[in-house]
């Protein structure tokens, strides 16, 4: 017998009779003799309706209770699935975040799991019972709840898959797998086999959306394989773990220099003109930044010209009312002549473990990028990336050039 942790994205249990079959699976692991977790998400586009009543309330909700507004649509979903489960005559008992024991800090809307208690979980295992438990929500010391940042359900489900020390953790989506690319936007995209926790680290990170980052982390830090799969059929998906086999879908590993392409749109570029060329301005900047919980994802900085300097950075769209915020602060006290905020861009990025060794990968790139006209306005690179700030409106181009260039489509 063992412990599967299974998660259920938003679309899975999109209707009523969606979330009947969700509980067909459900029950079928468990009559397999499987101890059986279910994370699941909100109903549908729950979370993104009640965004936008917020947004129809305030321009600025507290983020306390956006934290209360949110967790309210996970709790529908929870207990939905827990009665089309008990109409299959199995016992089953729904959790909310606090109830399973997810203790987090208290960045609200974007807080990061500390703890998952697990007692009551392995209570209500131990009492033969299938235990659903509420994503994306957790629960600070003092008793607040907190949701863990857009897709934070993928979370929540690794971080109580490590707990449990679980079997798997399968990650239940609207696609067959992990794909070289978002299959929704270039079909030509190939359903990789696997990939190591450091790939899709990258991937997530840079904006495919499909596993929220910090479940990659987790699932790195504590060694759980993450089987992200369709909840639609019963097709192998993508195993994501430590170390990759050699065969990665049709090609050989030694072959593969990109693995993917992801690109964000919830990106924006912001722009410090004629800041005092001196010491510790950059770490003024930065810091106050960091003070506000803002991440800060590329940075760079001009040349210097008569003792002064150009510094553009990027944060999520998200971020950027705060940002401005803390610069027109910092900026009064540093003398920064001039600000300017541009959101009308993307991040398009390729990512592979084969870049380190593979000299000319970033000049294939822009290369793409080049034959379709598209201007890159920033570049950043690592051992296993390479990143550029384009106009928004270039994204789909720039994916599917991208994707071509490196001959990442199917067969
Ligand atoms: P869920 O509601 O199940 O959490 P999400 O919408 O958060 O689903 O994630 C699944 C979506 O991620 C897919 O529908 C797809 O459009 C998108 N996606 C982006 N990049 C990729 C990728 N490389 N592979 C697979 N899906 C991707
Ligand atoms: N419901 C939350 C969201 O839409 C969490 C999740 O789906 O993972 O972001
Ligand atoms: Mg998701």
């Known amino acids: ?83 089309a489960i008990k109409a299959t005559s199995h016992d089953v008992i729904s959790l909310t975040g606090a109830q399973a024991g997810i203790v987090t800090n208290n960045v609200h809307t974007k807080a990061k ?36 940042g857009r897709g934070g359900s993928d979370t929540t489900a690794v971080a109580v898959a490590a707990a449990l020390r679980a079997d798997v ?25 696997h990939i190591t926790y450091d790939e899709m680290l990258e991937l997530a990170s840079l904006g495919a959306g499909v596993l ?26 993508t195993i994501v773990k ?10 050989l590993e030694q072959d593969i220099v990109v693995t993917g392409v992801a690109y964000d749109l919830n990106t924006a570029r ?6 005092p060329d001196k010491p510790g301005v950059a770490y003024k900047v930065f810091s106050a930044l960091a003070e506000r919980n803002i991440n800060v994802d590329m940075i760079i900085q001009g040349t210097m010209r008569n003792g002064s300097n150009d510094i553009s950075f990027t944060v999520a769209k998200d971020d950027v009312k705060a940002a401005l915020e803390v610069i027109e602060v910092v900026g009064k006290e540093l003398n920064i002549e001039k600000v300017a905020c541009d959101q009308n861009v993307s991040k398009v990025s390729i990512v592979g473990a084969g870049m380190i060794t593979n000299p000319g990968v970033a000049a294939m790139m822009f290369e793409a990028l080049a034959e379709e006209h598209i201007n890159i306005h920033m570049i950043s690179t690592s051992e296993i990336k390479v990143s550029c700030i384009i106009d928004k409106e270039d994204t789909e181009k720039a994916v599917k050039a991208v994707h071509k260039k490196f001959n990442l489509e199917e067969g």
Request: proline share 3%; charged share 25%; aromatic share 4%.
């Open 1 to 83: 017998m063992g412990i599967v942790v299974q998660k259920y994205g938003g679309t899975s249990v999109g209707s009523t009779e969606k979330i009947k079959n969700v509980a067909r699976r459900v029950v079928r692991y468990k009559e397999q003799g499987n101890q059986v977790v279910c994370v699941v998400s909100a109903v549908g586009h729950t979370t993104d309706q009640l965004v936008q009543m917020a947004r129809e309330i305030t321009d600025d909700p507290p983020k306390r209770e956006m934290d209360m507004l949110l967790s309210t649509g996970e709790q529908i979903s929870i207990s939905l699935l827990a009665m």
């Open 113 to 148: 799991i500390m703890e998952v208690s697990s007692d009551r979980l392995k209570k209500e295992l131990d009492a033969g019972k299938i235990v659903i438990v509420a994503g994306f929500q957790g629960v600070t010391i003092d008793n607040e709840i907190t949701t863990l």
């Open 169 to 193: 953790c399968e990650i239940y989506t609207d696609v067959d797998g992990v794909y070289t690319t978002d299959p929704r936007m270039v079909p030509e995209a190939r359903k990789l086999s």
């Open 212 to 237: 929220q980052p910090r479940a990659v982390e987790f699932g790195k830090i504590h060694d759980v394989v993450i089987h992200v799969r369709s909840s639609l059929n019963d097709n192998k998906g």
């Open 242 to 251: 430590g170390v990759n086999d050699m065969d990665h879908g049709s090609q």
């Open 270 to 275: 912001i722009g410090l003109f004629n800041v």
